[in-house]
């Protein structure tokens, strides 16, 4: 994972020999093992390309990188498949290499459209002139952009600016395909043209379609027009068309439950006793373990270390770390991560609260109790003494699913090593980490629900919190470069209540349309500010569910064998994922509803309690 920056000027007057500080100080905290700039100049216009690494797999490479031939490359991503990269080798390098071999446009899209992967990158073609850049199918990488509205200049950045007194421009770039500039043409026209190569299935028939072109040309400066691309290239959309098939005759639930009467693993159960169900869940857990596995291996470990010797360490370091709820998503995510990490390398789970400030520091088992606590306080303690965990906060709805998720994961695997981490957030601390940092990271994006999620995420992970174990409570700080994330399930598996109300009022058909809108949107409503929150503590967010493969095969599925949305919550939605955790050995977990993040951590509480998801929120604003 990288900071990746392009900088370019048409005037000498408009172009700096560096970065501003604050842009660059944001680019060092993604990329904090090697930094490095490089200028490219020409008589219509100057670049300065500026590039951070995190490093995660294969040989340290510093970026920029260059050729002989003077292109550039900046690459902010990972290579799980489609493009052969080898464990010792670098995916930067491998898709540098590659594109200099690239004979024209063709090739170009041809070598983008195999990488299955989260993405972002900036190409440099000296010979043309070109600039090329762009973000993959789902968005999962950040990129924005910045016109200058005269036309001198723009920039491309995995984050923005923090400047003061200065309207924010910066706008993420669309996750709509390949843009491709001029950047001779620019500097005489003084007018900038991005041509866009889509994402298509079958690259048929691709024409100027104005609708298209519209929701990206919107927010940018008249100076600036989207076109697409003269001849007619685009993309080949990495996954399968959603599979939109509506059933013959009305469909017979394998189970239903009784009104009024909640549903029991035995519900599920009750699914799985049929042949082509059970085979549907069996081929869902391996094609989601394969993409868990791709995940958790592409990590830098300590080579040195046999599987025997690690066991034996007490002290060993986790490399992987999983936002943790408790709930379906984390609970299978942490469930196959088991299986693929090695057997002596511990497991941080990452579960985050936002509490009152007295709380923020858990209790140890020995901490004699306060005398003068009011009743919520004695209740809160109390319901911690008979979890046989003495230590508060626990009403927090995520910190109890968490604990609880914690015990079954201990069942499963008893000899991995589980570090639930404690992150306890005050009403003090959010406000000065939102000033000082979250509300830069979440822009562009500004609604009351950016800011929850954006603030929970950012908390959670940083990794900086405390373990209960038996010997007492100790402070901790997650070491994992790698954070899974298990967005993109809900999206998919109609996990959220919008989609049964769709299904209530507009039966499959409807539902099926929601989940496709769901995932059009995901990239510019989640992925690239979850990317810029998470990479800011120096460290790479993956998606499992957004895998390519995953979504290929959750998208041949009909609606109706993901979820069934005649049952009740905690069951019926991401119905297919409940049996798979059941199939996994899960119990409690499997049955719990859908909890907002922003519910679930209690962020929502902690300011207004009036607000709409939907709001501008004033405090992600950066001028008072």
Request: aromatic share 8%.
């Amino acid at each position: 994972m990288c900071g990746i920056c392009c900088s370019v000027s048409f005037s000498m007057e408009g172009f700096s020999n560096d970065l501003k500080e604050d842009l660059l100080c944001s680019l060092k905290r993604r990329g904090p093992s090697s930094s490095k700039q490089l200028f490219r100049a020409d008589l219509n216009y100057r670049c300065l390309f500026s590039g951070h690494v995190l490093h995660l797999r294969g040989a340290l490479t510093a970026q920029p990188v260059e050729d002989e031939w003077g292109n550039v490359f900046l690459w902010n991503g990972e290579v799980f498949g489609g493009v052969k990269v080898e464990d010792e080798e670098n995916d930067t390098q491998i898709m540098f290499t590659s594109l200099s071999v690239c004979r024209n446009e063709s090739d170009i899209l041809s070598l983008f459209s195999k990488v299955q992967g989260p993405w972002s990158f900036i190409y440099y073609q000296a010979s043309s002139h070109y600039l090329w850049f762009g973000r993959d199918f789902f968005g999962r990488r950040s990129l924005l952009w910045h016109f200058n509205n005269l036309g001198k200049g723009f920039c491309l950045s995995s984050v923005g600016t923090q400047t003061f007194g200065v309207a924010n421009q910066w706008l993420e770039v669309p996750a709509s395909g390949i843009f491709r500039i001029d950047l001779n043409s620019i500097a005489i026209s003084r007018c900038i043209v991005l041509k866009l190569y889509p994402w298509r299935h079958g690259c048929k028939n691709v024409g100027e379609d104005a609708n298209n072109l519209l929701p990206i040309s919107v927010d940018l400066p008249t100076v600036v027009s989207v076109v697409t691309n003269e001849a007619k290239l685009c993309l080949e959309k990495p996954v399968i068309p959603l599979n939109m098939m509506l059933p013959q005759a009305p469909l017979e639930s394998h189970c239903r439950s009784s009104s009024g009467i909640p549903p029991t693993r035995e519900t599920l159960e009750a699914f799985l006793t049929d042949g082509h169900m059970k085979k549907v869940v069996e081929q869902f857990i391996h094609v989601l373990s394969v993409a868990i596995e791709r995940r958790v291996l592409c990590v830098a470990r300590d080579e040195n270390l046999t599987p025997s010797v690690a066991s034996q360490m007490c002290n060993r370091k986790a490399n992987v770390a999983i936002l943790f709820s408790g709930g379906i998503d984390s609970m299978v995510i942490a469930t196959l991560a088991d299986r693929h990490i090695p057997p002596g390398e511990p497991i941080d789970l990452l579960n985050v609260a936002f509490i009152s400030k007295e709380e923020i520091r858990p209790a140890s088992r020995n901490e004699k109790r306060i005398k003068q606590t009011n009743h919520c306080e004695t209740l809160c303690r109390e319901f911690s003494r008979n979890a046989a965990a003495a230590h508060p906060g626990t009403n927090v709805p995520d910190r109890i699913t968490g604990r609880a998720g914690l015990k079954e994961l201990q069942a499963i695997n008893p000899s991995r090593t589980w570090n639930f981490v404690e992150i306890n957030v005050s009403l003090e601390e959010l406000q000065q980490q939102r000033r000082a940092q979250i509300r830069h990271l979440v822009q562009p994006l500004d609604t009351v629900l950016d800011d929850s999620i954006g603030c929970a995420v950012w908390f959670a992970s940083r990794g900086s919190g405390w373990l209960v174990t038996q010997d007492g409570v100790k402070s901790y700080q997650s070491s994992a470069k790698v954070i899974l994330t298990g967005i993109g399930a809900d999206e998919q598996l109609a996990g959220y209540s919008r989609h049964r109300i769709r299904f209530q009022t507009l039966g499959l058909e409807g539902l099926n349309k929601e989940i496709e809108m769901e995932l059009g949107r995901i990239s510019s409503r989640n992925l690239g500010r979850d990317d810029r929150v998470i990479g800011d503590h120096g460290k790479e967010a993956r998606f499992p569910f957004l895998d390519e493969n995953v979504v290929s095969f959750l998208n041949s599925l009909p609606v109706w064998e993901k979820a069934d949305l005649t049952l009740p919550r905690g069951i019926g939605e991401k119905l297919v994922l409940r049996l798979v955790a059941v199939q996994l050995g899960l119990t409690a977990s499997a049955l719990l509803p859908k909890r907002a993040m922003q519910f679930g951590s209690r962020i929502a509480k902690m300011e207004k309690n009036t607000e709409k998801a939907s709001d501008k929120c004033e405090r992600l604003q950066v001028f008072p």
